[in-house]
């Protein structure tokens, strides 16, 4: 669960204690459960936090059928198990160019080949600095993302794009309206792809 705020973690917490508490007694069928959780909290909405929280009702259904039959969930599903490419996240916020330098490279002491970095600082020149100061830290041999968190426009995203496809970047997204927006250096212009959650105002930057 994505709670960066400890009020949108408290609020995600209880509605899962009352999702649970509903369910009980019921048939692991991720589906209807899915179904039957979103016409219960029909009434107060089911978006923001109460989207979030009740997101994580049918993988964690999946799990459980997957481990009564004593399988990899891929399996259950019709996959295969097989190696991943992963990336490491946890971390890289918005802090000065050294600091963020620093905290790079503790993401790759697990032999991660690619982190991603949070941007949306003031100004572009800041979100520069730190992508270069990472990117100088960490080499050419690791792969460095970006992700704005919905902090900007479209507008305001497209002018960032031509300034970071110059940086060596794997890729970089913001969300804006129901669209993600990615570069790479194969494409420096911008690609839309759906965005299959529900939809998102644009935020402004603060």
Not at 157 to 172: P, T
Request: glycine residues 8%; positive net charge.
């Amino acid at each position: 669960m994505f709670c960066y705020r400890q009020s949108g973690a408290r609020a995600i917490a209880l509605l899962l204690e009352d999702a649970v508490v509903s369910l009980k007694g019921e048939r692991v069928f991720p589906a209807a459960i899915a179904a039957t959780l979103a016409r219960r909290f029909a009434l107060i909405g089911v978006t923001g936090t109460v989207r979030m929280a009740l997101s994580g009702s049918t993988p964690r259904c999946g799990t459980q059928l997957a481990r009564a039959e004593n399988l990899p969930l891929a399996s259950m599903l019709g996959g295969t198990p097989r190696p991943i490419r992963a990336y490491n996240s946890c971390g890289l916020g918005l802090m000065e160019p050294a600091a963020v330098a620093e905290e790079s490279t503790q993401l790759l002491d697990r032999g991660f080949k690619a982190i991603k970095l949070r941007l949306g600082y003031p100004t572009l020149a800041e979100d520069l600095a730190a992508v270069k100061a990472v990117r100088e830290q960490v080499g050419a041999g690791i792969e460095v993302m970006v992700d704005y968190n919905q902090a900007l426009s479209i507008e305001d995203a497209l002018l960032r794009v031509s300034a970071l496809a110059s940086e060596a970047m794997r890729g970089w997204r913001n969300r804006s309206g129901t669209m993600i927006w990615r570069v790479t250096p194969k494409s420096p212009r911008p690609a839309k792809f759906p965005c299959s959650s529900v939809r998102i105002s644009t935020a402004s930057r603060q």
